[in-house]
């Protein structure tokens, strides 16, 4: 059974850094693209960045600049650098993992930011 787990969420300041973290495990990580999407209260899940098993990486223009988002295939890792942050950064990030055929979510982690 495929799990995915995140973790590095908690409170900060606005302009503070958060690094998130997503191991996944029981799954051929480099053939899927990983990615990690956010949803705030009352608002739709939205994507923060993807990185494709090719190695290339798309952030939302909201985190560009501030957010970089690396993986690491040999340990089935994924994760999200957070910089500057901002109030509007205040979210539930989930990690998602997406082949042709499967896709799969982590369970969430918090952040929050806020003075």
């Known amino acids: 059974q495929v799990q995915v787990v995140e973790s590095g969420g908690g409170l900060v300041q606005p302009g503070g850094s958060l690094r998130l973290s997503c191991v996944a495990s029981?799954?051929?990580?480099?053939?899927?693209?990983v990615g990690w999407y956010r949803q705030a209260p009352g608002k739709q899940r939205e994507l923060v960045a993807v990185?494709?098993?090719?190695?290339?990486?798309n952030y939302a223009d909201s985190v560009k600049g501030r957010f970089t988002a690396s993986r690491d295939n040999a340990k089935n890792t994924l994760f999200l650098q957070m910089n500057s942050l901002k109030p509007e950064d205040t979210a539930v990030y989930y990690c998602?993992?997406?082949?042709?055929?499967?896709?799969?979510w982590g369970q969430g982690t918090q952040v929050t930011v806020s003075s």
């Open positions: 990185i494709t098993s090719g190695g290339s990486t």
């Open positions: 029981r799954i051929f990580f480099r053939f899927y693209a």
């Open positions: 998602n993992l997406r082949s042709t055929t499967y896709e799969y």
